[in-house]
C-alpha cells in the first residue's frame, strides 16, 4: 500500500505548507479577517474599522519573533502620528504650509521612535487624522483600530503558532553544498588533459554565483532562527541556531576558497593554451583530491543539517574518511608538484596557491576544530544572555548545561577530549563510545 505522503494532493499540501510566501498569504488573510470581525463587535462598524485588520496585516509575520517586534513597531508608529497630528491641529489646523512641516516632523519622529519599517505610517496616521474636523474623536478611534488589530494579530500566532523554519533552511544548506561538490567535480574532470581558457572561465563564473546562492541561504537561515525564536515548539533552540550558522559560515568560507581555486587554475590555463595544465599522474592525484573534498563537503552537509541522528553520526564517518583520504592525496599531490617545479618552475607559485587553498577547505571541514568552535559559540551566546539579562542567570545556567549536554551526546566531544585528540578513523570511533 502506498503511503500517504505519496499521494499527489497531500505531497501538494505538504509543499505548500513549506512554502513561506503561501503560508504568510494565508495566515494574513485569517489574521485580517479575525481582526475586522473583533473590531466590529468592539468598537462597532460606523465608520468602518479598516485599520484594524489593516494593522494585523502587517503584524502577522512568518515567525512569531517578527510579528512580536512588528506588531509594537507597528503600534509605537500609529501612537506617534495621533500624538502629533492632535498637538498640529490645536495649534495651527491644516493648511498647505502646515502639511509640509507635519510630514516632515512626523517622519522624524518616527526615526528617533526607532519603528524602522513602519516609518511612513506614522505620517500616514498623522495626515488621517488632521484631516478631519474632530481630530480628537478620530485620534482615539485610530488608536483603538491599532490596537485591536495588533492584539488580534499577536494572538493569531500564539493560537495558531508558525511553523519552525529549519526543516527548509538546512534543504537549501544542503542545496548550497550540492553546488559545490558539483562545482569541485567537474573542476576535478577538468584538470586532466588540455583545458581551454573558456572552459577554466566557465568553472570560475561558477564559483562567483555562490555568492547569490549564499545570500538566499542566509535570508532562509535568518527566517529559520526567527522561527526559533519563542516558539514553544521547540526545546533546543540555541543548539539549532548555533549549529546552522557555524555550518553556513562554514561553507561560505569554503565558497571564497573555491573562487579563488577556480581563478588559479584559469591562470594556468591562459599559461598553457597548448599543453595540459598538469603531468597525468598529477592530474590524476589532483582528481582524487577534489573527488574526496566534494564528498567532504556533502557529508558536512548532512552532519549539520541532521544534528542529533543517526544520519549525523553516519555523516561524521563518511567526513572522516572522506579528510582523511583527501589529505592522503594531497600529500601525494605535493611530492608530485614539487618534483615538477624543480624540472619546470614556471608558475610555482600558482601550484603553491593551489595546495594552500586545498589546505584551507580540509582545514575547515575538520570535526575536531568544528566541536571545538561550536562550544566556543554556546559559551559565547550563553554568556551574552547572562550579560543581560543577570536575574535569569541561574536558569540560563541550567539551559545552557542542557544544551552542552545535548550537543556532547550528538558528537562525542567534550573540553577533556582535546587534550588526547585522534585522527582518522581512530577520532570516529572515540566519537562512538563517548556517544
Known amino acids: 500500500m502506498r503511503p500517504l505522503s505519496d499521494f499527489r494532493p497531500v505531497a501538494a499540501l505538504n509543499r505548500w505548507r513549506n512554502d513561506p510566501t503561501v503560508m504568510q498569504t494565508v495566515r494574513s488573510a485569517a489574521a485580517a479577517t479575525f481582526a475586522y470581525a473583533a473590531a466590529v463587535w468592539l468598537l462597532g462598524n460606523k465608520p468602518p474599522p479598516l485599520l484594524a485588520p489593516l494593522t494585523a ?10 510579528t512580536l517586534t512588528s506588531g509594537i513597531r507597528r503600534v509605537n508608529a500609529v501612537v506617534a502620528g495621533v500624538l502629533i497630528a492632535v498637538g498640529f491641529s490645536a495649534l495651527v489646523g491644516l493648511s498647505w504650509w502646515s502639511l ?31 484631516g478631519v474636523s474632530h481630530a480628537t474623536d478620530l485620534a482615539l478611534s485610530r488608536v483603538l483600530e491599532t490596537l485591536v488589530g495588533a492584539g488580534v494579530g499577536l494572538l493569531f500566532n500564539f493560537v495558531f503558532v508558525p511553523p519552525v523554519w529549519v ?38 563564473h561558477e564559483a562567483r554565483d555562490l555568492n547569490h546562492d549564499i545570500a538566499e541561504v542566509d535570508e532562509s537561515l535568518d527566517r529559520a532562527v526567527d522561527s526559533l525564536r519563542f516558539n514553544p515548539r521547540v526545546r533546543e ?19 571564497v576558497v573555491l573562487r579563488v581555486t577556480a581563478r ?56 572522516l574518511t572522506e579528510l582523511s583520504a583527501a589529505r592522503t592525496s594531497r600529500e601525494h599531490v605535493a611530492a608530485l608538484l614539487l618534483e615538477h617545479v624543480q624540472e619546470h618552475p614556471r ?3 600558482l ?51 542542557k544544551t552542552r549536554e545535548v550537543w556532547q551526546k550528538a558528537t562525542g566531544w567534550t573540553r577533556r577530549k582535546g587534550k588526547n585528540k585522534g585522527k582518522g578513523k581512530n577520532k570516529g570511533k572515540d566519537r562512538k563510545k563517548t556517544g
Do not use: C
Request: proline share 2%.
Open 264 to 319: 588559479t587554475l584559469t591562470d594556468l590555463a591562459r599559461e598553457r593554451t597548448d599543453e595540459p595544465l598538469f603531468p597525468e599522474e598529477t592530474a590524476t592525484a589532483l582528481q582524487d583530491v577534489f573527488i574526496n573534498m566534494a564528498g567532504a563537503i556533502d557529508s558536512f552537509a548532512v552532519l549539520i543539517t541532521a544534528q542529533v541522528s543517526k544520519d549525523a553520526d553516519e555523516a561524521e564517518t563518511f567526513l
Open 57 to 66: 496585516l502587517l503584524v502577522v509575520q512568518v515567525t512569531l519573533f517578527a
Open 351 to 401: 601550484h603553491g596557491a593551489l595546495l594552500t587553498d586545498i589546505d584551507r577547505v580540509l582545514d575547515e571541514l575538520d570535526v575536531e576544530k568544528r566541536s571545538m568552535r561550536l562550544a566556543e559559540e554556546l559559551d559565547r551566546s550563553a554568556r551574552r544572555q547572562r550579560e543581560r539579562y543577570p536575574r535569569l542567570a541561574p536558569a540560563q545556567r541550567w539551559a545552557g548545561k
Open 100 to 130: 509640509g512641516i507635519l510630514i516632515i516632523t512626523a517622519l522624524a519622529l518616527g526615526h528617533l521612535v526607532r519603528v524602522e519599517e513602519f516609518v511612513r505610517e506614522v505620517a500616514i496616521s498623522a495626515m488621517l487624522v488632521l
Open 347 to 349: 608558475q610555482w607559485q
Open 237 to 255: 533552540g540555541l543548539l539549532s541556531r548555533v549549529v546552522l550558522r557555524t555550518g553556513l559560515d562554514t561553507l561560505e568560507i569554503i565558497a
Open 167 to 204: 526543516s527548509s533552511a538546512s534543504e537549501s544548506i544542503e542545496d548550497l553544498a550540492s553546488r559545490m561538490k558539483d562545482l569541485l567535480i567537474d573542476i576535478g574532470d577538468e584538470v586532466a588533459g588540455h583545458t581551454p581558457v573558456e572552459r577554466a572561465a566557465a568553472r570560475l
